[in-house]
C-alpha cells in the first residue's frame, strides 16, 4: 500500500467554474451572499490558522480540550474503528489526539484528510508524515459538501467534520449534507461533530470580531480570491469587516460592506456589480447548536446519538451544560 497519496478530485477550473455559478446566485442576487469555502486560499488559510490562536477564539482551545480528555471514549464509542477520515481537515493540528487514540486501540489505522485548499493539504499531510511513519494517508482536494460517494475506503470509518465547520450549513443544506453522509455510511459507522453552543451573544460576536482586526484580514481576502478566479477588481480595503448575531436563526453572520457606493466587474461573468454605501456581502453564517435539535436533526438523517462531550472555557464537564460539544452519531 501507497502510505501517502493526494488526490485533487477539486482542480482550479472546476473550482473556478464552481464559483462562477456561485457568484451568479449570489453577487447578483438581491442579497448578496458568497460562500465560505472561498475564503481558502493560502493566505485565508494561514490567517485561519491565526484566527484559532486569538484570545477571543474559544472554539479551537475547547475542542481541542474536550479531545485531549475523552478521544479515548470517543474512539472506544465506534467498535472496530481503524480509519479516520477528516472533512475540512484544513492543517489537521488536531488531529494527532484522535489518531494517537485509535493506535492506543488497534494497530490497523488509517487517515484520509479531506479540504478544499491543496496547500493546506499538503502541510497537513507532511506534518503527520513526519509524526506517523507507517500511516497511510490518502488526502483528497474536495468541497466537505460532496457526497462521501468516491473517497478512499482504507477500513471501518469514522467521518470527523470538527471546528464548527458543520455550522456554516444553513439547514436545509445541513439536512442535505447530513443525509448524504449518512447515505455513504455503512451500518454501524460514525459522525463526528464539533459544535459551538447558543450562550450570551456579546461573547459569540468577540470571537468573530477580535480586537487584533485578524478575522477582518480574514473574510476580507476573500475578495481577492474572488478576483483571482472571477477576474474581478474588488478593493478589499473599500469593504468594512461587520459581525452580527442574528437571534431568530441563532447564528452568527460575518458580512462584508460597502463603505461606499461602487461598481465592481465580475470579468468571468460579463458583469458589472453595483454596490450602494453599506450594502453587504454575507460570506458566512455560524450556527450555535443546542443539544435537543441536533440530536433530532441527526436522527432524521438516520443517525442514533452515542455521545456528547461538553466542555467550556473554565472548565471541562460530562453535563449539558457548556460553551463547545463534540458529538458523536453512529449510522443507524
Avoid at 174 to 187: C, N
Wanted: aromatic share 8%; proline share 5%.
Amino acid at each position: 500500500m501507497t502510505l501517502t497519496r493526494i488526490d485533487i478530485d477539486l482542480p482550479e477550473h472546476q473550482l473556478r467554474e464552481t464559483l462562477v455559478a456561485d457568484a451568479a446566485r449570489g453577487l447578483l442576487a438581491a442579497a448578496k451572499t458568497c460562500p465560505p469555502k472561498y475564503f481558502y486560499d493560502q493566505r485565508g488559510s494561514e490567517l485561519f490558522e491565526q484566527i484559532c490562536g486569538l484570545p477571543e477564539y474559544y472554539p479551537t482551545r475547547i475542542e481541542r480540550r474536550i479531545l485531549t480528555r475523552w478521544a479515548d471514549e470517543i474512539v472506544a464509542a465506534v467498535p472496530a474503528f481503524t480509519s479516520l477520515v477528516e472533512l475540512g481537515s484544513g492543517s489537521s493540528s488536531k488531529t494527532p489526539l484522535l489518531l494517537d487514540a485509535l493506535y492506543r486501540q488497534t494497530p490497523a489505522v488509517s487517515y484520509v484528510p479531506v479540504d478544499v485548499s491543496l496547500h493546506a493539504l499538503v502541510g497537513a499531510v507532511g506534518a503527520l508524515r513526519d509524526a506517523y511513519r507507517t500511516l497511510p494517508i490518502h488526502g483528497v482536494v474536495r468541497d466537505f459538501e460532496d457526497p462521501l460517494h468516491g473517497l478512499p475506503d482504507l477500513g471501518h470509518r469514522v467521518v470527523a467534520l470538527l471546528g464548527g465547520t458543520i455550522g456554516n450549513l444553513d439547514p436545509r443544506t445541513r439536512a442535505g449534507f447530513l443525509a448524504d453522509v449518512a447515505a455513504g455510511l455503512s451500518t454501524g459507522e460514525g459522525l463526528l461533530l464539533g459544535v459551538d453552543l447558543v450562550k450570551e451573544p456579546r461573547r459569540l460576536v468577540r470571537a468573530y470580531d477580535d480586537a487584533a482586526g485578524t478575522t477582518r484580514l480574514f473574510n476580507q481576502n476573500m475578495l481577492n480570491v474572488l478576483n483571482r478566479l472571477l477576474d474581478a477588481d474588488f478593493e478589499p480595503d473599500r469593504f468594512d469587516h461587520v459581525a452580527v448575531w442574528n437571534e431568530e436563526q441563532s447564528w452568527i453572520e460575518m458580512r462584508l460592506r460597502a463603505r461606499e457606493a461602487m461598481k465592481i466587474r465580475l470579468g468571468s461573468l460579463d458583469a458589472l456589480v453595483g454596490f450602494e454605501e453599506g450594502e453587504e456581502i454575507r460570506t458566512e453564517i455560524s450556527t450555535k447548536f443546542r443539544r435537543e435539535s441536533l440530536e433530532r436533526e441527526l436522527e432524521a438523517a438516520g443517525f442514533g446519538t452515542r455521545g456528547w462531550w461538553v466542555a467550556s472555557e473554565d472548565e471541562g464537564c460530562a453535563g449539558s451544560a457548556g460553551d463547545y460539544a463534540v458529538v458523536l452519531g453512529v449510522r443507524s
